[in-house]
């Protein structure tokens, strides 16, 4: 009997300690393992990348391929059909600067279909616009008090401070979410806005039963294979549709659509630059861990961690990784780099040591290689800039003084380089 509960007391000590391990958190910089930088000049099989051409007919390919199969996983080549529907116009939006436009994207495959809408604000005293595009947390309605703006009918989390107890969305959020938004100050920057709630396109929850993934699968599939798309390839591929349709708006400016994201979004909209090169430009605002962030640093946010809170974001695949980073032959300066030469800005805040700031700084200078091959400049430095000082270049980066969050500061520096680079 005493045997029996030594052994069981055993078992749980034992178990404890293995969750604790998984779960360590570090925020030492001493603690930092060593680890080599894996060379995105250096091909799989050991070639020296000397040519821009070469990064992109070798390097490049294997790279996105590695990201597909081991990463986020890969997205699904064809649908049957793809269609969109102005469900909501109107020429006197945020203080008659603005037109507002609310478009159903419908994709259909295998006799099902899934539709979710994008909000669109352009500036009405200029044509051909530059346009930035994210996907929202909360629904398109949390964007700007806008009462036009269509409440989602999709799931939405519980959130006590919203009143939301039913993962439905209510009037009383309409606006809620302003202050990451700064509708009016894109739209007199000379920038269109738009945005599409992620939880239209697959809701954020551990379940492949439901979003778009649910319209893929053979028969008697339930699950996306281990090399397999999670969400956040569901939400970048839900970009790339809305993409489609713009470039069916002669009223919007395609070719200058900058794709944005904050947090996981940050993550989803590197992803989608990655994989889809019509895209202008590519922000990530404090996307950290499998977004900017450097992985084989294991600072504040691991592999092991995000794979254990948010086990659907990636494919399945990504787990061989866990608490094996030195075993991973890429890191996430590698999913930058896939973005050049187009414009990159990679955004820190100093509070959030959770998205490891100075991971996501290094990889924005890692990256830089494959932009000087182009003969652009990017982060050159390997120094990280003072706080609120950001470096602008084709890269940019900066680290402001807050949270984990979207601010104005964040804004303002995201249009005064925008400005500058999406010609
Ligand atoms: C969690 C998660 C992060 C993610 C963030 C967010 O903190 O651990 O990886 O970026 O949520 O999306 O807000």
Same mark, same amino acid.
């Given at each position: 009997m005493k045997f029996a509960f030594l052994t069981i007391s055993l078992i749980f000590s034992l178990q404890t300690s293995f969750a604790q391990k998984e779960f360590e958190r570090n925020y030492?910089?001493?603690?930092v393992p060593n680890f080599d930088i894996p060379d995105p000049l250096t091909s799989f099989d050991g070639q020296i990348i000397k040519t821009a051409e070469d990064w992109s007919q070798k390097r490049r390919p294997e790279l996105l391929s590695f990201f597909e199969e081991n990463v986020y996983g890969k997205m699904p080549s064809t649908i049957d059909d793809l269609s969109f529907k102005i469900v909501e116009e109107g020429d006197n939006a945020i203080n008659n600067k603005a037109t507002r436009k609310q478009v159903k994207i419908t994709i259909r495959k295998n006799n099902q279909s899934l539709s979710y809408t994008v909000l669109i604000y352009l500036p009405k005293d200029k044509s051909n616009a530059p346009i930035f595009l994210s996907t929202n947390f909360r629904g398109n309605h949390t964007i700007n008090a806008d009462p036009n703006i269509i409440l989602t009918d999709a799931w939405v989390p519980n959130t006590k401070e919203l009143g939301i107890t039913d993962h439905k969305a209510k009037e009383s959020s309409r606006g809620t979410r302003t202050n990451r938004w700064p509708v009016e100050k894109i739209i007199d920057g000379g920038f269109g806005l738009a945005t599409v709630y992620y939880g239209e396109v697959d809701p954020d929850k551990d379940d492949f039963s439901d979003g778009l993934h649910a319209l893929f699968y053979a028969e008697d599939q339930q699950n996306p294979k281990p090399n397999e798309w999670g969400s956040i390839t569901a939400w970048a591929f839900a970009l790339s549709k809305t993409l489609d349709y713009f470039e069916t708006d002669? %009223?919007?400016?395609?070719?200058k659509t900058i794709v944005f994201g904050h947090s996981r979004l940050g993550k989803t909209s590197l992803w989608a630059g990655a994989t889809d090169e019509r895209f202008a430009g590519v922000i990530s605002n404090d996307s950290g861990c499998g977004g900017?962030?450097?992985?084989?640093?294991?600072?504040?946010?691991t592999i092991a961690i995000i794979s254990n809170s948010f086990?659907?974001?990636?494919?399945?695949?990504?787990?061989?990784?866990?608490?094996?980073?030195? %075993?991973?032959?890429?890191?996430?300066h590698q999913l930058l780099a896939l973005i050049a030469p187009r414009p990159l800005y990679v955004a820190s805040a100093q509070e959030d040591e959770w998205a490891d700031p100075k991971g996501e700084f290094l990889s924005a200078h890692y990256a830089s290689t494959v932009y000087n091959l182009y003969g652009i400049d990017g982060i050159n430095t390997n120094k990280m800039p003072k706080v609120n000082q950001p470096i602008q270049n084709t890269v940019a980066y900066h680290i402001r003084t807050g949270k984990h969050d979207v601010t104005d500061f964040d804004w303002e520096n995201y249009i005064k380089w925008a400005k500058k680079y999406i010609k």
């Open positions: 030492d910089e001493s603690k002669p %009223a919007i400016n395609a070719n900017a962030a450097l992985s084989k640093r294991k600072f504040g946010e086990p659907h974001w990636f494919s399945d695949s990504f787990n061989q990784y866990i608490e094996n980073e030195s %075993a991973l032959p890429v890191d996430q």
